[in-house]
């Protein structure tokens, strides 16, 4: 499968982007899809997990509250609405695949990132 982010860019503090990934094949909804980051400098961090069926949603304490992860299985598409962004949230941000039906450890695809950059 070919994860491809889009949405990234610049915006000040307070404001809101979102995110989406498309997925290539026609394996979207099996399985549960995850937004990952990486700030420069810093290691890769999770962000939020949906399961395959949307109906098991998981964040990162430091974004709960303010993003949103969503999907179109109809599009082969997860969303990351995010809201109230800080200047702390800049990172490259990532999608990836969990090899299962449910936001796990273990992923298997990984699409290429796109730029967040929020000023204060």
């Known amino acids: 499968v070919q994860l491809q982010a889009s949405g990234g860019g610049l915006v000040q503090a307070g404001g809101s982007l979102r995110l989406s990934c498309a997925a290539s094949g026609r394996t979207f909804s099996s399985y549960a899809m995850n937004w990952f980051r990486q700030a420069s400098g810093k290691e890769r961090e999770f962000v939020a997990g949906i399961s395959w069926s949307g109906s098991t949603i998981v964040y990162a304490n430091s974004v709960k509250g303010r993003f949103t992860i969503s999907r179109d299985n109809a599009k082969n598409t997860v969303y990351l609405q995010m809201n109230s962004l800080k200047p702390e949230d800049t990172a490259v941000y990532l999608c990836?695949?969990?090899?299962?039906?449910?936001?796990?450890?273990?992923?298997?695809?990984w699409g290429q990132g796109t730029q967040v950059t929020v000023s204060s």
């Open positions: 990836a695949r969990s090899s299962g039906h449910y936001p796990s450890t273990d992923y298997d695809s």
